[in-house]
């Protein structure tokens, strides 16, 4: 359908004037608010900061001594013959014998039949060596079990996510439901003071030879430096070489009070899950201000990881003996109770911030790493809270 233009043009001016009347005349359009939340319902999302707690470490410090630091020589198994030792060792020698008939001329190292001595053996120090006998170590340390060690402990910044259901129409007193989440790490890394029990050993020299010296050299700024011992793996027959013999002539034990230092790494990381209701009562402070306090039962869910490792400084100059990383991962639950304070700002009647505090009771936690353990003081967690809450 066609339009004459003219109708066309009155259509036009008349649709402007219509739309710009409201300008003219210092009109807006009216603001219509929202309606007021009539569910009785708050959303709250805080982020809770919780105040480090105090952590200790028992047990640590604590070295056994080596198991079977001997081993027997088996062709069956593949093991040769060896005494290892903290500051030194005796093991299998060779000796050179003529390849079998028939095969290319040349020579072989072949376990050596001697029983008696050996001269595959080293040692670390001067002081090892005695008049036609060198003295061997193992070395252990203990320390007081019931001796608490603090750990170095940070906050934690976590989460939590609440539901406010109120049950009267001035919306002051309700039930308060959360669901919230934080978690910790707590380290021990520090060297400390433990007994050193020690056992020592005696070999003679066979055929009262003496204790070969400790080769030198020198280092980059031209001083002499003493290195280990280490005697001949291949010898030329039964009866060369300077022999060590396999047997211990005597053998003693001592515990040297503070004698041990010991580098010691323990780590505990956890995981707090919280669940908590009860009763909440909001208290309006004029139009724009609230004060909002609670108290309930709370339920934790708390896992940790505990870790620990640890390296007993030789004083005998040797490999260090050590206790290798142990991890363990243990998990409990916590019944206690809460006290929960915030104060708002009301932006509108649905949207509000607020900042407070909260207090949960609890328990100690204690996980155990062998005969080590980490505790933790539960009894009060402090968290400072801030976050928004939505109405409903």
């Known amino acids: 359908m066609n339009f004459p233009s003219s109708s066309l043009r009155l259509f036009v001016r008349v649709l402007g004037l219509s739309l710009a009347a409201p300008l003219l005349s210092g009109q807006s359009p ?42 027997e020589g088996n062709l069956i ?5 060896s005494i290892e030792y903290d500051d030194g ?11 079998v008939e028939g095969q290319a001329e040349g020579e072989q190292a072949i376990p050596s039949p001697d029983g008696e001595a050996t001269s595959n053996f080293g040692y670390i120090n001067d002081a090892q060596a005695e008049s036609g006998a060198l003295v061997f170590h193992n070395y ?29 129409p001035r919306r002051n007193l309700g039930i308060q439901v959360g669901f919230s989440f934080n978690g910790f790490d707590s380290r021990f890394n520090d060297s400390i003071s433990a007994d ?13 030879a003496e204790v070969p010296e400790l080769p030198t050299t020198e280092d980059a700024d031209g001083n002499t430096v003493q290195e280990p011992f280490r005697g001949d793996v291949v010898r030329e027959d039964v009866e060369s070489g300077d022999l060590l013999e396999w047997l211990a002539s005597e053998e003693s034990e001592s515990l040297l009070e503070d004698g041990a230092t010991v580098d ?65 991962d243990s998990a409990e639950w916590q019944v206690g109770g809460y ?34 353990h980490a505790n933790v003081d539960l009894s009060s967690q402090i968290y400072v809270h801030a976050g928004v809450g939505i109405r409903f």
Not at 77 to 81: F, P, Q
Not at 196 to 208: C, I, K, N, S, T
Not at 343 to 355: C, D, G, I, P
């Open 264 to 328: 010691t790494t323990a780590d505990l990381r956890t995981s707090m899950y919280n669940f908590r209701a009860g009763p909440t009562y909001n208290l309006a402070l004029g139009q724009d201000f609230a004060f909002q306090v609670g108290a309930g039962l709370s339920a934790v869910y708390f896992s940790g990881q505990f870790s620990a490792y640890e390296i007993l400084q030789n004083p005998g100059g040797g490999e260090n003996p050590s206790r290798g990383l142990v991890t363990t």
């Open 196 to 208: 050193l029990y020690v056992q020592e050993f005696r070999h003679e020299m066979a055929d009262g």
């Open 77 to 81: 198994l593949g093991t040769e013959r």
């Open 140 to 168: 252990a340390s203990m320390s007081d079990p019931a001796a608490e060690l603090s750990g170095s402990t940070d906050g934690s910044l976590g989460w939590e996510v609440n539901y406010t259901k109120f049950i009267n």
């Open 89 to 99: 060792f005796l093991s299998q020698d060779y000796i050179q014998a003529a390849l």
């Open 30 to 71: 009216e603001y219509v608010p929202p309606p007021p939340p009539t569910k009785h319902v708050t959303w709250e999302l805080r982020a809770r900061y919780l105040l480090k707690p105090d952590v200790t470490f028992q047990g640590l410090g604590s070295i056994p001594l080596r198991e079977n630091f001997k081993t």
């Open 339 to 372: 006290l929960d304070a915030n104060a708002q700002y009301l932006f509108t009647e649905r949207v509000s911030l607020f900042s407070g505090m909260q207090v949960q009771s609890g328990s100690n936690y204690s996980q155990e790493n062998e005969d080590r």
